[in-house]
């Protein structure tokens, strides 16, 4: 059994930033490729950004891009994604998702799912 959980959520301003965690139990985390995906309310989920499970490779949506920061430590079985420069359409339920060695763009083909963290950026 695979356990993620996120922290870090929250409410902040535009311009503002917040730094996502995830923290992975019972499993072999450095086997694993990471990612974020985000839902806002009455929109399909969608990648934010993913990392291989050495850590190189990031990829991040064009929404994102110089923006976000994805990062792991795997060490401490924890996935990271710094948020900077944050705008009211990133306003979401973000969630971090595990998927066997190799990173995919598309959420489908996930092995493991969080509960998600609730940020929201006011104007």
């Known amino acids: 059994q695979v356990q993620l959980v996120e922290s870090g959520g929250g409410l902040v301003q535009a311009g503002g930033s917040l730094r996502l965690s995830c923290t992975a139990s019972?499993?072999?985390?450095?086997?694993?490729?990471m990612a974020w995906f985000r839902q806002a309310a009455g929109k399909e989920r969608e990648l934010v950004a993913s990392l291989s499970w050495s850590g190189g490779n990031p990829d991040y949506a064009d929404s994102v891009k110089g923006r976000f920061t994805i990062s792991r430590d795997n060490a401490k079985h924890t996935l990271y994604l710094q948020m900077n420069s944050l705008k009211p359409e990133d306003t979401a339920l973000y969630y971090c998702?595990?998927?066997?060695?190799?990173?995919?763009?598309?959420?489908?083909?996930?092995?493991?799912w969080g509960q998600g963290t609730q940020v929201t950026v006011s104007s």
């Open positions: 998702a595990a998927r066997y060695l190799l990173y995919t763009y598309n959420a489908g083909e996930y092995d493991y």
């Open positions: 019972g499993h072999t985390f450095s086997s694993y490729a």
